[in-house]
């Protein structure tokens, strides 16, 4: 089985999410701080040094940041 997958260091100004995504990235934070909320209520911050992953199809979630933030992302 192939699998591609993109590496990229994003830089997000103030955001705040108008969807709820399914698709499941590893994300690290390298500045700033990104919230992320899941569907079920949790609420999680993503602090420089910190990172996260979600699978495919699994949680539901949508992200926002009011200072904004620099992430590593693996999709």
């Not at 969807?19 to 079920?40: R, V």
């Not at 209520?41 to 620099?70: I, W």
């Amino acid at each position: 089985m192939l699998v591609l997958s993109w590496r990229a260091i994003v830089r997000i100004s103030i955001a705040i999410s108008d969807h709820w995504c399914a698709e499941g990235p590893i994300l690290l934070c390298l500045e700033g701080e990104l919230h992320t909320e899941l569907d079920d209520g949790r609420c999680f911050v993503l602090m420089p040094g910190s990172s996260y992953q979600v699978v495919d199809n699994a949680e539901l979630h949508r992200s926002s940041t009011e200072q904004g933030a620099k992430l590593f992302v693996v999709d």
